[in-house]
């Protein structure tokens, strides 16, 4: 039992030191998951020359670990402990993103399925142990906003990450194994101070008689080593109506990996021009996070029951994501016209070229014109109009005869480019992207408002392996929709990214429609453990 320590040194606010950490493991998390989605049109056309199936089944096998190691992770750290299950997540996916580095071009698929495979394994770790940690450090009525803080970790990862690779990844794909190499250490230090930190608040020597008491305020007493059996949390329709609640994952799913895919394709950015774009749809995506979780944590403390407060936030995200079905109505053109060959005659592309010093030869990156033998081959287009980046650049391609180098096509689509109206879908995207981020606030905060602290981890996990799943569904139809339909198969993942939400709240509805703490008849303790 902690012993009263003097009323002057007040309630304290030690909890919000390990949230820090919660926030920044999570930054790294999804840096680390983010990379792939910033260099996929990079290492798709430049690298390794992958067909959109071929991507697809690279991010099928991230997901596909990552629903199994949901479920196994989140009863493993119900078992053994929030402490040692996050330090045994992060330790396995630092290992794994690292692993990327290796990855050759003549076993490029196998090769990044296999690292995605064992990165999905140790990040689905992640939210299990976070939202136990916050479960078991924080009163109910900041539980939402701590949620929020914590989650917005997403951002800040999915932010860092097209800010930094363009940093050290050339158009085209020179040194794109830097990428995947820049998090380990930081995954590294962060263990130190994890180890350091973390304890349960009733065994921390840093936290106030006052501060414990606020934590525990109201919570239900559960004995040390209590556990739920799943046949007990699979029999009660709160498990299912939070399972499919999390289908909505599939969205930011398509976001994170597709969404620079899709931008590339349809508005020709490549990894230069990708930045600010990506920046934005997460940066604006962190505010949703952190105002999703304050505005249920506000309307409870204004009196609002705990069920009316997270539902009403629940549907106002969902309906804040609605208006992303218009994305591919967004109109751009790349013409073929007079204006066209004016800036392409003017067009500037960076370039290594071979430069004589002290009598020796050394590459130089310079500034070149488009070369005359190109622009007189671009000529065989003038006056078609193409409705896609991706269409354009396929007609150049076959105009030269060749692959347009990377840092040339990107200068010759721009030239090409009608409008910069792609700044509208962004926008939408930014905004589904927030009212993704304020949905999974209240969400996730939805199972500890609801279930014993003993079996918070697993729910989060077995819930994570529903949106998982929906994740590598997605990826799979949408790699076969994009191999035969071109990028007009966007329209479709679109529609339903913007719709989910709706259909899953319904069913939250149906099946927790009061959202009553379930009693502690659930709890089973094992008293003869394996």
């Known amino acids: ?23 920044v493991a999570t930054t790294i998390n999804y840096v680390d998951r983010s990379v792939l989605g910033v ?4 290492l798709q056309y430049r690298v390794f ?30 078992r053994i402990g929030t ?84 940093m050290v990844v050339q158009p085209d794909g020179t040194h794109w194994q830097f990428a995947f190499l820049v998090t380990g250490a930081f995954s590294l230090v962060w263990l130190v101070f ?72 349809r508005f020709g950015l490549d990894i230069k021009a990708l930045a600010l774009p990506l920046v934005t749809i997460f940066v604006v995506s962190g505010f949703g996070s952190v105002a999703g979780g304050w505005f249920s944590s506000a309307l409870i403390g204004r009196g609002w029951p705990v069920n009316r407060a997270r539902k009403t936030a629940l549907l106002g995200s969902a309906l804040f994501i609605l208006p992303v079905v218009l994305v591919t109505a967004v109109p751009t053109r790349f013409n073929a016209d007079p ?8 067009a500037r592309y960076r370039a290594e070229v071979e430069m004589s010093s002290g009598g020796s030869q050394k590459l130089e990156r310079a500034l070149l014109p488009v070369p005359d033998a190109a622009r007189a081959a671009l000529r065989s287009l003038s006056g078609r109009s193409f409705g896609s980046a991706r269409e354009f650049t396929a007609a150049a391609s076959a105009a030269l005869g060749r692959p347009m180098p990377g840092n040339m096509e990107s200068v010759v689509a721009g030239c090409a480019r009608s409008d910069s109206l792609y700044w509208i879908a962004v926008l939408l995207m930014a905004a589904a992207a927030a009212g993704h981020q304020a949905w999974s606030a ?89």
């Open 442 to 530: 209240n969400l996730f905060t939805v199972v500890s408002d609801v279930f014993p602290k003993a079996a918070t981890a697993s729910l989060i996990g077995f819930g994570g392996m529903f949106g998982a799943v929906a994740g590598l569904a997605a990826d799979w139809s949408l790699g076969r929709v994009l191999s035969t339909s071109g990028p007009v198969g966007y329209l479709f993942a679109f529609l339903a990214a913007g719709s989910v939400y709706l259909f899953c709240f319904g069913i939250l509805q149906a099946l927790i429609p009061h959202m009553t703490p379930l009693d502690n008849d659930l709890i089973h303790k094992e008293t003869n453990p394996p």
């Open 39 to 42: 260099l996929a049109p990079t």
């Open 194 to 265: 994890w180890q350091r930190m973390y304890h349960t608040p009733a065994s921390h020597p840093k936290v106030s008689a006052d501060e414990l008491a606020l934590i525990e305020g109201g919570a239900r007493p559960e004995a040390p080593g209590a556990r739920i059996p799943w046949r007990r949390l699979l029999a009660v329709r709160e498990t299912w109506g939070f399972a499919i609640a999390k289908v909505t994952d599939a969205a930011w799913w398509f976001y994170l990996f597709w969404g620079g895919k899709f931008l590339y394709d």
């Open 339 to 346: 204006g066209f060959y004016g800036r392409l005659a003017a």
């Open 49 to 78: 020359h992958w067909s959109d199936q071929d991507y697809a089944w690279i991010n099928i096998a991230f997901k596909s670990a990552y629903a199994i190691g949901l479920v196994c992770m989140g009863a493993a750290i119900d």
């Open 83 to 166: 402490r040692l299950g996050y330090s045994l997540s992060v330790a396995v996916w630092c290992a794994f993103s690292m692993m990327h580095a290796l990855v050759r071009p003549a076993f490029s698929v196998i090769g990044f399925s296999a690292a995605r495979f064992g990165l999905g394994l140790g990040e689905s770790g992640n939210f299990p142990a976070g939202i136990k940690a916050i479960a078991e450090w924080f009163p109910q009525r900041e539980r939402a906003l701590a949620t929020g803080i914590f989650n917005s970790g997403t951002t800040a990862g999915a932010i860092a990450a097209p800010i930094v690779v363009p």
């Open 1 to 23: 039992m902690k012993e009263p320590q003097p009323a002057a040194e007040g309630i304290g606010h030690y909890r919000w030191r390990i949230l820090a950490l919660l926030f």
